[in-house]
């Protein structure tokens, strides 16, 4: 069941943009892969200080999970895509959604199913270290539109 879910959180969140205003999810790429580099790093602090393991995981990745290259950037271009530049809705949704997922989703169906176990770290740590990502990546996203409106100018 683990590699199945496994599976299911890398691809399947993607077929959820196709139905979205193509322009505005490439406005989003850039900050999603962003916040893919930063989970990544997140990972491997996880895995030198034992915050937690990952059990179960697609074949070709070992202590990263297959949610950070498939629910999270997705998750981050929707949020992003719904709620921004509005900074209270974006922190607001992002907030209600990191708890979701700290609270509900990571010990009732990742931990159950054995994707990952958390060792040293609690769900709160986990709900903090997620959204310890959040004004990196809007400050991010804001820096990115300076720079494409710079460009744009230019032409």
């Known amino acids: 069941m683990g590699q199945i879910l496994s599976w299911i959180v890398m691809i ?3 077929f959820l943009l196709v139905t979205l205003n193509s322009i505005r999810v490439r406005n989003f790429l850039s900050v999603a892969f962003f916040t893919v580099l930063l989970n990544t790093i997140y990972f491997q602090m996880a895995e030198i200080w034992n915050w937690w393991i990952v059990k179960t995981n697609v074949f070709f990745l070992t202590n990263v999970s297959s949610f950070t290259y498939g629910l999270l950037p997705v998750t981050t271009i929707l949020v992003f895509y719904l709620f921004y530049p509005n ?3 974006f922190f607001g949704a992002n907030m209600i959604l990191d708890a979701i997922q700290a609270f ?12 990952y176990e958390l060792n040293t770290m609690n769900n709160f740590g986990l709900f903090l270290a997620i959204i310890s990502h959040l004004p990196i990546i809007y400050v991010y996203q804001r820096w990115y539109d300076s720079v494409n409106r710079k460009k744009s100018d230019h032409f």
């Open 12 to 14: 399947l969140p993607w």
């Open 87 to 89: 900074l209270w809705l």
């Open 104 to 115: 509900i989703i990571s010990p009732f169906i990742f931990e159950k199913v054995g994707l």
